[in-house]
């Protein structure tokens, strides 16, 4: 605190220093954006592995659609009351055009086992697209080095 003079009087004058506050935000914000990739949606399923695959990163999956595909086939989605019991498509069509008519900004994505039978990750992905009217991408994993 300093002092100062106001029209002949001495009195106190607080100021607050916002610096502290500042970096504590930013050391917030870096370890929020580090964390914020790692982040895994859907069941937990073993997705085939690419060279060139990018990770998908969102600050909460909210704003994702994610159908897994395990390798019996059974469809899981991340927004169910369950997401790790096995839902029927028409379960997932009613549960996901809810979900995109509320938000249809929404990414749309498909997270198969990589021993699952190709025809229901197909299945799944033409599933989203009829809802979402838009691309939907595939989840992968990066290669181990």
């Known amino acids: 605190m300093?002092?100062?003079r106001k029209k002949g009087g001495k009195g106190l004058q607080a100021e607050m220093n916002i610096v502290p506050y500042v970096d504590v935000m930013f050391v917030l914000l870096t370890?929020?954006?580090?964390?914020?990739?790692?982040?895994?949606?859907?069941?937990?399923?073993?997705?085939?592995?690419?060279?060139?695959s990018t990770a998908i990163a969102a600050e909460n999956?909210?704003?994702?659609?994610?159908?897994?595909?395990?390798?019996?086939?059974e469809f899981f989605f991340n927004h169910a009351e369950d997401p790790n019991s096995p839902l029927s498509e028409q379960k997932i069509i009613d549960l996901a055009t809810q979900m995109f008519s509320e938000n249809p900004k929404i990414q749309a994505l498909v997270k198969g086992d990589k021993l699952a039978p190709y025809g229901k990750v197909i299945d799944a992905m033409s599933l989203l697209q009829s809802i979402t009217q838009q691309n939907v991408q595939l989840m992968t994993a990066p290669m181990d080095e």
């Open 2 to 4: 300093r002092r100062s």
């Open 31 to 52: 370890i929020f954006m580090v964390t914020a990739t790692t982040i895994s949606v859907g069941i937990d399923v073993d997705p085939p592995k690419m060279e060139s």
């Open 61 to 73: 999956d909210d704003v994702m659609l994610v159908i897994s595909v395990n390798s019996d086939g």
